[in-house]
C-alpha cells in the first residue's frame, strides 16, 4: 500500500544524526541498485543486439566449446547441417585448424576457424564460418562478365563516332543526287536511301548518347524525349512484339538525360526477354501533383512472390547463365534513388509486369 512515514526530530540531538546516516545509507544503497539495473539493461541490449546480428547472417555460423559441443549456431546453419558435417567439424576441431574446406554434391564450403579468446581463461571455444565457394564463384564470374559488357559498350560508342562520318558523306551525296536529280526516275528510290541514312544516323547518335560518360551533368528535360531517344535502339529487339507508347501528358524532369535512357533500356530490354513472340510492351507516360510517372508494362511470364523481394539486388537474376548479370535492375534502382526518386514491380505470375518509375517533376519543359 502506498505511504508515507512523518517524523518530527529536534534538530542538532543524537537521534537527529543518526536518522541522518540512516538515510544517506539508504539512498548509496539505493543508487547502487539502480546501477546495476540500468548496466544489466544495457548489457541484455547488447545481448539481443548481437544474437539478432548472429540470426540474420545469411552465412552458415556455428560456435563449438572446446569438447566439441554447440554452444550456439545461426538459421543458416540449419539448413547446411547434416550428421557427416558435425562428424567432419568434430574431427578436425580438435587440430585447431584455421580454415577447413567442406565438399558434396551441392556443397563447397570453405570453413574458417575463429577463437573465441578471454583475458585469464584463454580460448573458450571456437567460431566457425561458413564460406559458400560456389556462391563466390558465380559472383566472379558475373563481374567478369559485367567487365565484358562495359567493355562492348565501349567498343560500340567507338565504332559509332567511325562510323558516323561515311553516313555523313553518303547523305550528302544522296542530297545532291536529288536536287540535280528531282524529277529523274531514280527520285523515290534516292529518297528511300535518304531516309536510311537518316534513321543509320540516328541510331549511331543515340548509341553515342548511351555510351557516353558525362558525370552527373544534369538538366531539364521531357520525359518524352527520352523514351523516343531510346526505344529506337530496341527496335532488332522489339519488332516481334507489339509496342504502345501512351502520353497522358509531357512532364520534365532534372536529371542525366544518359542515365535516365540506360534506366529505360534496361527496363524495355527485360521486358523484351520476359515475352514470347507477339506479346504486348506498353510504356505509359503520366504525372501527378509532385512526380513524373514512367510505367512500364510486359504481358510476360511474371516474377514469382518469393523472387520479388530480391529483384533490385545485385547478382540477384532468375535468367540462366550468360543471358544476364543480375545487375541491371540494382543499377537502374541506384540512378532513380539519386534523383530522390523512386521504382517499384508489381507482378502476376502468368499474366503482366509492371515497373513504375516516378521521378521529382521540375518546370520549364512545354
Known sequence: RNGFFLFELEAGSDLDAKFSHFWKQVDQATAMILDRLLLRLEMDNIRSIWERTFESLTSPLVILDKEGKIKKMNKAF???QSYDLMLFL?????????????????QNFQLLAFPILFEHAGIDSTLYYFQDQNELQENYSKMVQTEKMAAIGLLAGNRAHELNNPFAGLKSMTQLLLSESEFSPYAEDLTEIL??????????????????????????????????????????????????????????????????QQVVF??????????????????????????????????????????????????????????????GLSICKKIIDSYSGSISVESEVGKSTTFTIRLPKTKGVA
Open 78 to 80: 540449419l539448413q547446411i
Open 90 to 106: 568434430i574431427d578436425h576441431h580438435k587440430e585447431n585448424v584455421s580454415s577447413l574446406e567442406w565438399k558434396t554434391h551441392h
Open 195 to 260: 531516309n536510311g541514312v537518316n534513321r543509320c544516323l540516328n541510331t549511331i547518335q543515340n548509341l553515342q548518347n548511351y555510351t557516353t560518360e558525362d558525370g552527373d551533368s544534369r538538366q531539364t528535360l521531357a520525359v518524352k524525349d527520352v523514351i523516343e531517344n531510346t526505344i529506337p535502339l530496341l527496335k532488332s529487339v522489339l519488332r516481334q512484339f507489339y509496342v504502345s507508347i501512351n502520353y497522358d501528358s509531357n512532364p520534365g524532369v532534372f536529371v542525366n538525360s544518359h542515365l535516365l
Open 266 to 327: 534496361n527496363l524495355v530490354h527485360n521486358s523484351s526477354q520476359a515475352m514470347t513472340d507477339g506479346g504486348k510492351l506498353e510504356i505509359h507516360i503520366s504525372e501527378d501533383d509532385e512526380d513524373a510517372i514512367i510505367a512500364i508494362t510486359d504481358n510476360g511470364k511474371g516474377i514469382s512472390t518469393s523472387d520479388m523481394p530480391f529483384v533490385f539486388d545485385p547478382f540477384f537474376t532468375t535468367k540462366k547463365v550468360g543471358d544476364g548479370t543480375g545487375l
